[in-house]
């Protein structure tokens, strides 16, 4: 996170990928070292075989469909 957070800083373009188990984690901690701004790209963490639900499955759709967005924005 703090690799992400300091490239911004620098006035460079970044994306921070996370585990979606982080999320909360990344976005206090870009928020508190004054880059909320930050592009955080979210995608799941599931366990080997595990099934997906229908909840699940969309937000994996809608990630998917973001990530292009993310750095054609950068």
């Given amino acids: 996170m703090r690799d992400a957070i300091n490239v911004s800083k620098a006035g460079r373009p970044a994306v921070l ?4 188990h982080f999320e909360k984690a990344a976005r206090a901690q870009a928020r508190g ?3 909320a ?4 790209y979210v995608f ?8 997906l639900s229908p909840e699940e499955a969309n937000k994996a759709v809608k990630a998917a469909e973001d990530f292009p967005k993310l750095l054609l924005n950068t």
Wanted: hydrophobic share 35%; aromatic share 16%; charged share 20%.
């Fill in 17 to 20: 990928f996370v585990y979606n």
């Fill in 33 to 35: 070292l004054g880059v």
């Fill in 37 to 40: 701004d930050l592009k955080i």
């Fill in 44 to 51: 799941p963490q599931y366990k080997p075989g595990e099934a």
